[in-house]
């Protein structure tokens, strides 16, 4: 007769049992163990499902919780807390001893529609990956990603758990339960329960990411351009290749799916993690462990540590902020169918080289070609220029000008009021005409070109034919020693910011 664990017990190993946790399946005791100093947890099979499944169910476990300490070992990485011994305790029956994490289950962190950051789910994400593509190499899967099953440590690290239990869950006739709930089955596992293939774990992985995103699981059946509607929704800053991915992982077709070797890869790239890290900066963040809150928090709910929050401190004198965020760049389809004497003028003949010397002088810099476009197009629409779809020849000096007081460059300010104004959405004047403007590089990114003896101008001068040369995503390539009386610059600056403890009460931002 085997018997329960209980708060107070001793068991036989010495461990004193100070928590008990009861699932459908197992049973999960937290224990001291005051000889090591230090606290471990133990699975067990529960005695109802024991008593219902006999000796096939005890081998079952046995069997995979041994192949889970073999195969993944204890110092594999987010694998598992350390695997550290599998041992048959008599009335207990077959127990695994793990260690003890010291941080919540993903579960805690979801729940009534709550998401999580993008930078937050991109790193649980990348380090779930980095575990079920380690088990999947040693032939091992887990058949049973659930929020429950993912733990965080206090440094707000991934520690996956069950490990060994999924084939126990089919010996007793469990095998509908074993992903908790029918969202995180893959469509052929809906149909054959007892299927172990590498693909199922990579489609709960898709389904964990989404609900981490949205606040919820995706409905059924899962269709792409569904999900990647609610990711978008969900996170208008969301970058592309992280929608993708998940809405890959979630693919019908097994075969369509990436393997988890793949998906490490992309959320665990450097690049990805500073580019959803800068796409979130105004975040609030625990300093400690590096987690990325959606709404403003106090205490952070991984390592219990205090929040921040980056506050913007005012643009320069001559400065106009524009926020980071998703805008409309390039020309789209709809565009297709529209057609030193004088210290107010901007400076012109300088080169690309004196441009970027003037601005790293003065503790600026030039500014990036999708940087400038969004500062002359704004961030509601696709306009053609910065004032809107149409040529209005009246808003910008260019060749055709009917106004004679400007024969070359007009003021900074000649355009900014009536019907003559053409200033920006943001209200940044002459993104259109007087001067083509300098960017740093040009529109391909690529670290040849930028390193190449070529760059680009954006919005044309007061030579050009504007109605062409002012279309806000136009980029017109020029030598970085080029110069003329029409050419000239203007500088952007990085936004800077002062930290503060979030208090409680503070206003979601």
Request: glycine share 10%; with cysteine.
């Given at each position: 007769?085997?018997?329960?664990?209980?708060?107070?017990?001793?068991?036989?190993?010495?461990?004193?049992?100070v928590?008990?946790?009861?699932?459908?399946?197992?049973?999960?005791?937290?224990?001291?163990?005051?000889?090591?100093?230090?606290?471990?947890?133990?699975?067990?099979?529960?005695?109802?499902?024991?008593?219902?499944?006999?000796?096939?169910?005890?081998?079952?476990?046995?069997?995979?919780?041994?192949?889970?300490?073999?195969?993944?070992?204890?110092?594999?990485?987010?694998?598992?807390?350390?695997?550290?011994?599998?041992?048959?305790?008599g009335?207990?029956?077959?127990?695994?001893?793990?260690?003890?994490?010291?941080?919540?289950?993903?579960?805690?962190?979801?729940?009534?529609?709550?998401?999580?950051?993008?930078?937050?789910?991109?790193?649980?994400?990348g380090?779930?990956?980095?575990?079920?593509?380690?088990?999947?190499?040693?032939?091992?899967?887990?058949?049973?990603?659930?929020?429950?099953?993912?733990?965080?440590?206090?440094?707000?690290e991934?520690?996956?758990?069950?490990?060994?239990l999924?084939?126990?869950?089919?010996?007793?006739?469990?095998?509908?339960?074993?992903?908790?709930?029918?969202?995180?089955?893959?469509?052929?596992?809906?149909?054959?329960?007892?299927?172990?293939?590498?693909?199922?774990?990579?489609?709960?992985?898709?389904?964990?990411?989404?609900?981490?995103l949205?606040?919820?699981?995706?409905?059924?059946?899962?269709?792409?351009?569904?999900?990647c509607?609610?990711?978008?929704?969900?996170?208008?800053?969301?970058?592309?290749?992280?929608?993708?991915?998940?809405?890959?992982?979630?693919?019908?077709?097994?075969?369509?799916?990436p393997?988890?070797?793949?998906?490490?890869?992309?959320?665990?790239?450097?690049?990805?993690?500073?580019?959803?890290?800068?796409?979130?900066?105004?975040?609030?963040?625990c300093?400690?462990?590096?987690?990325?809150?959606?709404?403003?928090?106090?205490?952070?709910?991984?390592?219990?540590?205090?929040?921040?929050?980056?506050?913007?401190?005012?643009?320069?004198?001559?400065?106009?902020?524009?926020?980071?965020?998703?805008?409309?760049?390039?020309?789209?389809?709809?565009?297709?169918?529209?057609?030193?004497?004088?210290?107010?003028?901007p400076?012109?003949?300088?080169?690309?080289?004196?441009?970027?010397?003037?601005?790293?002088?003065?503790?600026?810099?030039?500014p990036?070609?999708?940087?400038?476009?969004?500062?002359?197009?704004?961030?509601?629409?696709?306009?053609?220029?910065?004032?809107?779809?149409?040529?209005?020849?009246?808003?910008?000096?260019?060749?055709?000008?009917?106004?004679?007081?400007?024969?070359?460059?007009?003021?900074?300010?000649?355009?900014?009021?009536?019907?003559?104004?053409?200033?920006?959405?943001?209200?940044?004047?002459?993104?259109?005409?007087?001067?083509?403007?300098?960017?740093?590089?040009?529109?391909?990114?690529?670290?040849?070109?930028?390193?190449?003896?070529?760059?680009?101008?954006?919005?044309?001068?007061?030579?050009?034919?504007?109605?062409?040369?002012?279309?806000?995503?136009?980029?017109?390539?020029?030598?970085i020693?080029?110069?003329?009386?029409?050419?000239?610059?203007?500088?952007?600056v990085?936004?800077?910011?002062?930290?503060?403890?979030?208090?409680?009460?503070?206003?979601?931002?």
């Amino acid at each position: 007769m085997t018997v329960g664990l209980t708060v107070g017990m001793i068991l036989p190993t010495g461990e004193r049992v100070v928590e008990v946790l009861h699932g459908g399946f197992a049973e999960v005791g937290v224990l001291d163990d005051e000889f090591e100093g230090r606290r471990k947890v133990v699975n067990r099979i529960n005695d109802d499902v024991l008593a219902a499944g006999g000796e096939p169910v005890a081998r079952a476990f046995f069997n995979e919780c041994r192949i889970a300490v073999a195969k993944l070992g204890s110092e594999a990485k987010y694998t598992a807390p350390a695997l550290l011994a599998l041992r048959n305790l008599g009335d207990l029956g077959p127990v695994l001893f793990v260690g003890h994490v010291d941080g919540p289950a993903l579960r805690d962190l979801l729940g009534d529609g709550v998401r999580q950051s993008l930078t937050q789910t991109v790193r649980m994400g990348g380090q779930i990956a980095t575990a079920i593509a380690y088990a999947h190499e040693r032939d091992v899967r887990h058949r049973d990603l659930k929020p429950s099953n993912i733990l965080l440590s206090r440094g707000n690290e991934v520690r996956l758990i069950d490990w060994g239990l999924s084939l126990a869950h089919d010996a007793a006739g469990l095998a509908g339960l074993t992903a908790g709930v029918a969202a995180y089955l893959s469509p052929e596992r809906l149909v054959d329960p007892r299927l172990d293939a590498e693909a199922d774990d990579v489609y709960a992985l898709g389904v964990l990411l989404y609900e981490c995103l949205t606040g919820a699981c995706p409905r059924q059946p899962v269709l792409r351009r569904a999900v990647c509607d609610a990711l978008t929704g969900a996170h208008p800053l969301i970058p592309e290749a992280v929608r993708d991915l998940v809405a890959d992982l979630m693919a019908e077709d097994p075969q369509d799916r990436p393997d988890a070797r793949r998906v490490a890869a992309v959320l665990g790239d450097p690049a990805l993690l500073e580019d959803v890290a800068a796409r979130e900066v105004e975040r609030p963040f625990c300093r400690a462990c590096g987690f990325v809150a959606v709404s403003a928090v106090p205490d952070c709910p991984v390592c219990r540590g205090t929040m921040y929050e980056r506050v913007a401190r005012p643009p320069r004198e001559g400065m106009v902020r524009v926020d980071g965020g998703v805008f409309v760049h390039g020309i789209t389809e709809g565009l297709f169918e529209h057609r030193a004497l004088r210290p107010d003028h901007p400076v012109v003949n300088v080169t690309w080289k004196d441009a970027l010397c003037y601005a790293l002088w003065a503790g600026k810099r030039l500014p990036r070609p999708l940087e400038w476009e969004k500062a002359a197009r704004g961030d509601k629409d696709d306009r053609l220029y910065p004032w809107g779809d149409a040529w209005v020849p009246s808003r910008s000096n260019h060749n055709r000008l009917p106004a004679s007081e400007y024969r070359q460059t007009s003021p900074v300010y000649a355009f900014t009021s009536g019907e003559a104004d053409g200033r920006s959405p943001y209200g940044v004047a002459d993104m259109a005409g007087n001067v083509s403007e300098w960017v740093s590089h040009g529109r391909d990114s690529d670290a040849k070109i930028r390193s190449s003896e070529v760059r680009a101008v954006c919005g044309g001068g007061w030579t050009d034919s504007v109605a062409v040369n002012g279309v806000v995503s136009l980029l017109v390539a020029a030598s970085i020693d080029y110069r003329s009386e029409a050419t000239g610059f203007r500088c952007a600056v990085d936004i800077f910011y002062d930290e503060r403890p979030v208090k409680e009460g503070d206003a979601h931002r």
